[in-house]
């Protein structure tokens, strides 16, 4: 285990650190892997479908075990097992409500035989019917065409987020990509720093714990740091979890939280939420 400021880590298997976990999370960003044939050092990305939800419940089913009443998980998937998701969180005791479209800003995935593919879902569920924290966060999004007269005070977040950038490789990277030497990916599956932001800022407050269980690349607790949460993250794989201490160690300009507070300027008692 290393310790930062405010930040946990493991480098195990999140069912090992699980079954002995020490903290209460208000929120959980669960992104793990989608078993679609990912070449991964440390796991086995082509599971049989029963065998993968199956591990997908247990955990699930511990991370509510240690969850505080009313904490929220928000569960990345591809948007072909939007219904696996919301049938295993529900399965494993989790009370659904909302299922996020993150649409894509770059090229759809094309498809033969259907529409090409431009979304991931999250969906949002709690432990028990009333959240214990749900910020209604505020946005100032850019007028489309038939927009003619701006929002005073913007307007709030709904389920269909079309203004986060996704993680996506060739020209379109950007600096906050994180790369190998080669210049390839450092990781199949990267999170940007604002869909953070948002799900932080808006199921968390000030010195609440956010997990994660499948860190990856470590955006999470660098984001949950930046905003005066404790983040704890579990990686199993020793090579990524260099890679999410060099990023706490040295934080990089793309990866500043304050870039965005400009975006939800609107959200009444921003100072408080934030962690000012």
Same mark, same amino acid.
């Given at each position: 285990m290393?310790?930062?400021?405010d930040?946990?880590l493991?480098?195990?298997?999140?069912l090992?650190?699980l079954?002995n976990?020490?903290?209460?999370?208000?929120?959980?960003?669960?992104?793990?892997?989608?078993?679609?044939?990912?070449?991964?050092?440390?796991?086995n990305?082509?599971?049989?479908?029963?065998?993968?939800?199956?591990?997908?419940s247990?955990?699930?089913?511990?991370?509510?075990?240690?969850?505080?009443?009313? @904490?929220?998980?928000?569960f990345? &998937?591809?948007e072909?097992? /939007?219904?696996? $998701?919301i049938?295993? +969180?529900?399965?494993?005791?989790?009370t659904?409500?909302?299922?996020?479209?993150?649409?894509?800003?770059t090229?759809?995935?094309?498809?033969t035989?259907?529409?090409g593919k431009?979304?991931?879902?999250?969906v949002?569920?709690?432990?028990?019917?009333k959240?214990?924290?749900?910020?209604?966060?505020?946005?100032?999004?850019e007028?489309k065409?038939?927009q003619?007269?701006?929002?005073?005070?913007?307007?709030?977040?709904?389920?269909?987020?079309d203004?986060i950038?996704?993680m996506?490789?060739?020209?379109?990277?950007?600096a906050e990509q994180?790369?190998?030497?080669? @210049?390839?990916?450092?990781?199949? &599956?990267?999170?940007p720093? /604002?869909?953070? $932001?948002?799900?932080? +800022?808006?199921?968390?407050?000030?010195?609440?714990?956010?997990?994660?269980?499948?860190?990856?690349?470590?955006?999470?607790?660098?984001?949950?740091r930046?905003?005066?949460r404790?983040?704890?993250g579990?990686?199993?794989?020793p090579?990524?979890?260099?890679?999410?201490?060099?990023?706490?160690?040295?934080?990089?300009d793309?990866?500043?939280?304050?870039?965005?507070?400009?975006?939800?300027?609107?959200?009444?008692?921003?100072?408080?939420i934030?962690?000012?």
């Amino acid at each position: 285990m290393e310790r930062t400021v405010d930040t946990c880590l493991y480098c195990d298997d999140c069912l090992n650190v699980l079954k002995n976990f020490s903290h209460q999370p208000t929120l959980t960003f669960f992104d793990p892997p989608f078993n679609v044939g990912k070449k991964y050092y440390m796991h086995n990305d082509n599971m049989p479908d029963e065998e993968y939800w199956a591990w997908m419940s247990e955990i699930l089913s511990l991370i509510r075990k240690h969850t505080l009443p009313g @904490g929220s998980i928000y569960f990345m &998937q591809r948007e072909k097992n /939007a219904h696996k $998701v919301i049938e295993t +969180l529900l399965k494993t005791g989790w009370t659904f409500k909302n299922m996020i479209i993150w649409k894509k800003m770059t090229s759809a995935t094309p498809m033969t035989t259907g529409f090409g593919k431009s979304y991931q879902v999250i969906v949002y569920a709690t432990k028990g019917e009333k959240p214990r924290v749900f910020n209604r966060l505020r946005i100032d999004p850019e007028l489309k065409p038939h927009q003619k007269v701006a929002r005073k005070n913007g307007i709030f977040v709904t389920d269909v987020w079309d203004d986060i950038r996704e993680m996506t490789s060739g020209y379109f990277a950007g600096a906050e990509q994180l790369k190998n030497e080669n @210049g390839k990916m450092a990781h199949h &599956q990267q999170s940007p720093i /604002a869909l953070l $932001v948002r799900i932080i +800022l808006s199921s968390s407050m000030p010195g609440d714990v956010v997990f994660d269980p499948f860190s990856g690349t470590g955006t999470t607790v660098v984001a949950a740091r930046q905003l005066r949460r404790i983040g704890v993250g579990v990686e199993c794989d020793p090579h990524y979890m260099e890679l999410i201490q060099k990023r706490l160690a040295d934080q990089r300009d793309c990866d500043r939280v304050d870039q965005y507070r400009a975006d939800y300027k609107h959200t009444p008692n921003l100072e408080k939420i934030w962690g000012d």
